[in-house]
């Protein structure tokens, strides 16, 4: 008989992303180091809980903080456009979130350590590109710049305010 050992509460590790554009291009990084070294992406990145100063860092604010980390752009958060899920390498479960954001300010510069490029780039330019793109990626960033997805937007007076929701 096999025993299943459960932590409480359960634990799950959210990932962020967030599908940048601006002009009908979308915001690409490439990774510096790690396994996807050299692979382009969309700026991404884990919810830690807590920032330094210990304030909370929802899911939506995690995307736009790694957006100016990785990209150097400042980004506003225009909805939700989708879950995905998914496993680490060694299984552990992960949802990743996907926000689809406008371009506010700066211009694409690599942060030199988890990304070293940084470029927006058309529909057009994905599909002739001959640089090693994620799968996952190419395939939300092609959808939404052929107009094939929907965003459910942020709902600030749901009844746990200010707590976002997105219905």
């Given amino acids: ?3 299943i ?3 409480w509460p359960p634990r799950i590790t959210i990932c962020v992303g967030a599908v940048v ?4 291009k979308v ?3 490439r990774e510096a180091r790690g396994a996807h070294k050299g692979v382009w992406g969309i700026p991404w990145g884990f919810v830690e809980g807590r920032n330094d100063d210990g304030t909370l860092d929802p899911p939506q604010m995690a995307a736009l903080r790694e957006t100016h980390e990785e990209a150097g752009v400042g980004a506003a ?3 939700l456009l989708g879950i ?3 496993a680490s390498s060694q ?4 949802i990743y979130m996907i926000f689809l954001c406008r371009h506010l300010s700066g211009e694409p510069t690599p942060d030199h350590d988890e990304t070293d490029r940084a470029a927006y780039i058309s529909k057009a330019e994905i599909e002739s590109w001959d640089e090693p793109v994620d799968d996952f990626v ?3 960033v092609l959808r939404v710049l052929s107009g094939e997805y929907t965003v459910i937007g942020p709902q600030p007076g749901n009844p746990y305010a200010p707590f976002m929701g997105f219905f």
């Fill in 91 to 94: 299984g552990d479960p992960r």
């Fill in 138 to 140: 190419r395939w939300i």
């Fill in 1 to 3: 008989m096999s025993m």
């Fill in 27 to 29: 915001l690409l990084i």
């Fill in 77 to 79: 958060m225009v909805g």
């Fill in 84 to 86: 995905q899920n998914h």
């Fill in 5 to 7: 050992i459960k932590t």
């Fill in 21 to 24: 554009l601006r002009e009908q």
